[in-house]
């Protein structure tokens, strides 16, 4: 079920129904219904890989019964190899098998030989990325004696699937996510009102910002060859602002969601393009994948308690390894690389942990300094965001190159105006409620402002929105 | 949780009535204005009867020119771009059922080209708030399977018809905004001066592979409720006494060239075998697709006539219709050599 679709309209209001109605008796039929509303949400877009769910869960469950009862060193390696080469082969099968023998099969093609190109065909299951990894942050976790292992296999089973975040994140850590599956959960009605307004914020972001980017995006990239450089830039930008709202939307959705049912799931989003350098934009994008890297790649790398050429490495890897975790491409590795050279400078002049603050706080406007800082940032982010959004390192080169040789020819710019303009209005109010968690944070209005605003806001996403033709982008991943 | 219901049920009353009322505003002030409802409007106050009924999406609806017909009140273009068979078939049907049997149309007009079949049309964008006047949504949800989304589709026409609309609030703007007068209809049919033969070559078919890629994108080139709407036209268009005519509209060769490379291979065979089925009353087919091949200038786009290549096109029509024997439409050969 996409959130975006009426199904999700009809599903949301039994499945909270049956929770605090029916469900509610006991903590055990609450997850078992959980489990069933989850299941039905993914299988809604394919059963058959329902099958992958069950798999990754149990592996990673009886993985971590075993952990439990054996102190043996050797043995605790080999269940933890047990539930890496489960996890991480699904993943690998599904998502990299095709991309690793075109690749392969280009490399025999540059020494000389000829092999035939075929592929499996493999359809890529949605989420496939998100909940391997949640699991596999379980197990990890256990193996580290970090958190105890989980015996209640309904609420191990609950949490890997737990529907608002199973198919595009947050990545949960099961220190903080599975103990809310162990114990009784109550209903907040402030956090149920602010979760609506999440929600109502994230079909904003979707429906209303990002989806009406898209179309734009689109054809601007599919004719990125003939289009002036101005275009070309403004495609980027827009791109920019279209995935933004994608993802964290569904976030804000799932956030919004999940507390309509008394969890509590981590931020993902924090106006990660008013940051001031890459790294503030790192600990502000995709917060849970970032955070996952660094405790269960970067930090195990070795961290930064290596020498600066051990750190430099292991910021290009872990960077690396995130952008392909994106897709089987060379452009997410690319994009991925590129970020970790931008970190490269901050490192060196250890100021990657500089802006940990909300930037012009208490202010209206930033100083001419942080402008500065901010624009070169997003420049920054929207060079490397071209890589991300190519269809090979060949477009993505011809893109660049477009907009420098095309640079002085403006025709097409007027027509795309309104849809800049949608976005920088976008950008203007996430920058008037940048020390909020979502924008539509106004608990503390009058009664009447509030719901007017609600009002104005369903009807223009009803009128400009664009609905059950754009899925989420952060689902092929 | 009773308490947050409560609020959620005040406030959802509270959205649906907000809601009806914007509802209410755009359908007077900006789908009244639609070239859509404008054609309902004309045809309304035609004078009766037409002989030829233009229907179906932008081909038809760029081709025919009706002032181009020996006779002005001959014919009336009624088709409207993004128009597909299901919708054509709701709305053929509510006209023909409204018009008293003497006022019928004596020849209806329907495309019958690929891109009509294809899955993409039928998942076209559709303005509901104009279309709920036709569409019997839960007939639609029956046929094509998909109640839940057609079932909403309807409530949604209803509660909130102003949904999916904001092209049409930025059409209206823009115009307001640089004092554009609206599209100006005579019969149906507005006049389009742009001109191909202006645009490079390798535009052309940029353009032609752009357009063909997206007609031939979806899951089918034979949708199977496209085709079953398809019959139900020509069905509903003999059942009130009128002659189905299936026209094939001209297109630019780059057009042709570049749906041949997409196009399954056995759509023809598909096809006739389709019109196989009627052979007990034939129907009459008229191919012009490649009647303008090399004439750019007679089109506005890829795969679509200007007001010069509906002007021509449309006296050819006639003619042909006339050596068909189809109805009192013009002259055979005295507008344009062939």
């Known amino acids: 079920v996409l959130f975006n679709s009426l199904e999700f309209l009809v599903f949301l209001p039994v499945v909270f129904a049956l929770y605090w109605f029916v469900a509610r008796r006991t903590l055990r039929l609450q997850n078992l219904l959980l489990i069933g509303a989850s299941y039905v949400f993914y299988g809604w877009w394919d059963w058959r890989f329902l099958s992958l769910i069950v798999v990754s869960s149990l592996v990673d469950f009886l993985v971590g019964l075993g952990l439990a009862r054996t102190e043996a060193s050797g043995r605790r390696k080999l269940l933890l190899l047990a539930s890496l080469v489960t996890n991480l082969g699904l993943l690998g099968f599904f998502k990299y098998f095709d991309f690793f023998l075109d690749s392969f099969v280009d490399l025999l093609g540059t020494v000389g030989l000829q092999a035939n190109r075929w592929s499996l065909g493999i359809i890529l299951p949605v989420g496939i990325s998100f909940y391997t990894f949640q699991t596999l942050s379980y197990t990890i976790d256990v193996y580290r004696r970090k958190i105890p292992s989980c015996r209640d296999p309904i609420a191990f089973f609950a949490f890997v699937s737990f529907f608002p975040q199973l198919v595009a994140g947050p990545i949960e850590r099961a220190k903080s996510l599975l103990p809310q599956f162990q114990r009784e959960r109550t209903f907040d009605l402030t956090a149920a009102r602010d979760g609506c307004r999440q929600i109502l914020w994230g079909f904003v972001k979707k429906v209303l910002i990002a989806d009406n980017m898209a179309g734009h995006v689109e054809t601007i990239f599919s004719q990125s060859d003939s289009l002036p450089g101005p275009v070309l830039v403004i495609g980027v930008f827009l791109f920019a602002i279209q995935i933004y709202g994608d993802f964290s939307g569904y976030s804000d959705i799932a956030l919004g969601t999940a507390r309509l049912f008394g969890f509590s799931l981590m931020r993902n989003f924090a106006y990660p393009y008013f940051s001031r350098n890459i790294a503030e934009f790192w600990r502000r994008w995709h917060i849970s994948l970032s955070s996952w890297f660094r405790d269960y790649v970067y930090i195990p790398l070795g961290g930064s308690r290596t020498g600066s050429l051990g750190r430099l490495r292991n910021i290009i890897l872990t960077f690396t390894i995130s952008g392909f975790w994106h897709g089987a491409n060379w452009t997410f590795v690319a994009w991925g690389f590129l970020n970790g050279l931008y970190y490269i400078p901050l490192m060196l002049a250890k100021s990657e942990r500089k802006y940990l603050d909300t930037v012009a706080n208490n202010r209206l406007l930033p100083g001419l300094r942080e402008a500065g800082q901010i624009l070169l940032t997003f420049a920054l982010t929207l060079l490397a965001w071209v890589f991300f959004r190519a269809r090979s390192l060949g477009h993505a080169f011809e893109y660049l190159a477009g907009i420098g040789s095309r640079a002085l020819d403006l025709t097409g710019v007027d027509r795309l105006l309104p849809v800049v303009g949608l976005g920088l209005a976008f950008l203007a109010v996430e920058w008037l409620q940048r020390d909020r968690q979502h924008g539509l944070e106004i608990a503390r209005k009058p009664l009447a402002v509030r719901w007017a605003v609600y009002y104005a806001l369903i009807v223009v996403v009803l009128a400009f929105g664009s609905f059950g033709k754009q899925e989420f982008i952060y689902f092929q991943f | ?338």
């Open chain 2, 1 to 338: 949780v009773k308490s947050f219901l409560i609020r959620v049920g005040v406030f959802v009353g509270g959205l649906a009535a907000v809601s009806l009322l914007v509802s209410v505003v755009f359908e007077r002030m900006v789908v009244s204005q639609t070239i859509v409802a404008r054609q309902d409007r004309q045809w309304e106050s035609v004078e009766r009867p037409t002989r030829v009924l233009v229907c179906g999406d932008s081909h038809a609806w760029r081709a025919v020119d009706p002032r181009a017909f020996v006779g002005e009140d001959v014919c009336f273009n009624y088709a409207s771009g993004g128009e597909s068979y299901f919708q054509t078939y709701y709305k053929l049907k509510a006209v023909l059922d409204r018009e008293e049997a003497r006022h019928r149309p004596a020849v209806v007009l329907l495309p019958l080209e690929p891109h009509c079949f294809s899955t993409y049309r039928e998942q076209y964008p559709i303005n509901h708030a104009y279309w709920k006047r036709y569409l019997d949504y839960l007939d639609l949800g029956q046929r094509s399977r998909e109640m839940a989304r057609r079932g909403g589709q309807m409530v949604l026409s209803r509660l909130a018809s102003y949904a999916s609309s904001g092209s049409q609030f930025r059409a209206l703007l823009t115009n307001a905004i640089r004092g554009r007068p609206g599209v100006r209809l005579t019969r149906g049919y507005s006049l389009d001066w742009k001109n191909l033969s202006r645009v490079p070559a390798e535009v052309v078919r940029q353009q032609a592979r752009g357009r063909t890629r997206h007609q031939f994108a979806g899951r089918h080139h034979r949708d199977p409720l496209l085709i079953r709407y398809f019959e139900d036209c020509v069905e509903v268009c003999r059942e009130h006494g009128c002659i189905p005519v299936l026209v094939a509209y001209p297109v630019t060769r780059e057009y042709a060239d570049a749906r041949a490379a997409l196009l399954d291979p056995a759509w023809s065979e598909a096809v006739e075998a389709l019109l196989a089925r009627h052979r007990s009353e034939p129907l009459h087919r008229l191919d012009a697709q490649d009647w303008f091949y090399g004439r750019r200038e007679l089109f506005y786009d890829v795969d679509h006539l200007n007001s010069d290549g509906a002007q021509t096109f449309t006296k050819l029509l006639a003619a042909w219709l006339c050596e068909q024997g189809l109805g009192d439409v013009g002259r055979p050969g005295d507008e344009v050599a062939r």
